[in-house]
């Protein structure tokens, strides 16, 4: 059979014919194809009346009471672990991490249920370098969330006064809400500032 080309619309309109010949079907006048295609969606069924707008829950309270800060604080590295400690208590984490501006381990209090802890440190603070771009200038800083089967952390950053950005990472059952780990962060350079 030969094939011509040119005639692919002549060729589909004899297919019609004779397929309308072989199931007796008499031939309907062809149908007449618009030059432009148009892609309307279905219209959306209206929108059911709101009896009365729905107000966002309130945001957790940073708790009345913290409490006290530690008094002592130990040499060198120990003298973080007070600190975090007392963090660690004020926020109702069941774990907490401090980590250097290189991501590496400074201190750690409780046990965090995952492996590789500061590798997910690490991350968190990757998260919090391009969290930092999009929070509102002399707002609160941004927190990060991470949230596993077993446990979530929180992680937020603490600016020393010499501009060194430390990263506290809380683990516990439910996120630790922004202005409690601002009340966190200020309390913790206070912690620093009167240990000398």
Aim: charged share 20%; proline share 14%.
């Amino acid at each position: 059979m030969k094939s011509d080309p040119s005639g692919t619309s002549s060729s589909l309109e004899r297919a019609r014919e004779l397929s309308h010949r072989l199931t007796g079907a008499s031939p309907a006048a062809p149908a007449r194809r618009p030059a432009f295609v148009s892609f309307r969606g279905q219209a959306a069924p209206p929108a059911a009346p709101v009896s009365a707008p729905v107000a966002p829950a309130p945001a957790p309270a940073v708790p009345a009471a913290l409490p006290p800060l530690p008094e002592k604080l130990g040499e060198g590295g120990r003298r973080w672990e007070p600190l975090l400690g007392w963090a660690r208590q004020a926020s109702g984490a069941s774990a907490a991490i401090l980590m250097d501006p290189h991501g590496l381990l400074i201190a750690s209090v409780g046990e965090i249920p995952l492996p590789d802890v500061e590798a997910i440190g690490a991350r968190l603070m990757a998260s919090l370098d391009y969290a930092r771009p999009m929070a509102q200038p002399g707002g609160i800083p941004p927190n990060v969330i991470i949230a596993f089967d077993e446990v979530v952390i929180t992680g937020f950053e603490v600016r020393l006064p010499d501009e060194t950005c430390l990263t506290i990472c809380l683990a516990a059952g439910s996120p630790v809400p922004r202005p409690l780990c601002a009340v966190l962060e200020k309390k913790f350079l206070e912690g620093l500032a009167a240990s000398g």
